[in-house]
């Protein structure tokens, strides 16, 4: 079984909709990751979380909110959708801080039409 | 703040071809440096990270990277590339400053393989 999972794998949903992705990891790692990924533009960091009770923004966390259910778990929110939102999401987690290795999920493709 | 530049979007290689792909950085000093891999569909895997010591680092996969500090480069190389490493690579440049810390990925170069 995968180490850290995302779900859905895919998703369409119109502009103004609320939408949740969920990620599960059974890494036991604290740290998690949300990012986004565009072409051209890499991977840009939309929240992080060190623990349940820490989390924070990250580049581009405007139009998004987060929430840390256990450690295992991390979701991402996009309370009313707009389609620059339309993107490739990835969840990932770390042991440690920016030295250690980041494990990605295998990603959200979003559509918002 | 610092930056990574990937300069390549896209690469085009013969299989059994030697590879380099180009990572350049800009940070007033030594940062942590990281080379991704991502699969077609699939999330990002390392391949291989350097933080001091030999500059020229060996990965998975067969890849290895060379840190060169007068350049600010972290290139990736691969003796003879396989079908298999068709993908897009990411640059990885890590900072932990007084306790703030930071990871900027590049833009990505994409890595086609042609028989």
Redesign the interface.
């Known amino acids: 079984d995968a180490d850290?999972t995302q779900t859905p794998r895919n998703r369409i949903t119109k502009t103004g909709k609320r939408i949740m992705l969920e990620c599960s990891q059974t890494k036991g790692h604290d740290r998690m990751y949300w990012y986004r990924q565009d072409p051209?533009?890499?991977?840009?960091?939309i929240y992080y979380s060190f623990d349940v009770k820490d989390i924070n923004k990250g580049e581009i966390s405007d139009g998004y909110s987060v929430s840390r259910q256990a450690q295992a778990k991390f979701s991402l929110s996009l309370e009313s959708a707009i389609p620059n939102q339309t993107a490739l999401y990835?969840c990932?987690t770390s042991v440690t801080?920016?030295?250690d290795?980041?494990y990605?999920?295998?990603?959200t493709r979003l559509t918002v039409l | 703040a610092q930056s990574v530049t990937q300069p390549d979007i896209h690469i085009t290689v013969s299989e059994g071809a030697s590879l380099e792909l180009r990572c350049n950085y800009s940070y007033g000093a030594t940062p942590y440096l990281f080379w991704y891999v991502q699969s077609p569909g699939q999330g990002l895997q390392l391949l291989l990270k350097y933080f001091s010591g030999d500059t020229l680092v060996q990965g998975i996969k067969g890849f290895e990277a060379e840190f060169k500090r007068s350049q600010s480069s972290f290139n990736l190389r691969k003796p003879s590339v396989h079908w298999s490493d068709a993908a897009e690579y990411f640059c990885a440049v890590g900072i932990s400053n007084f306790g703030n810390e930071k990871l900027t990925f590049g833009t990505g170069t994409r890595l086609t393989i042609i028989p």
């Open positions: 850290v051209g533009l890499g991977l840009r960091l990835f990932a801080g920016v030295a290795t980041q990605f999920g295998p990603g």
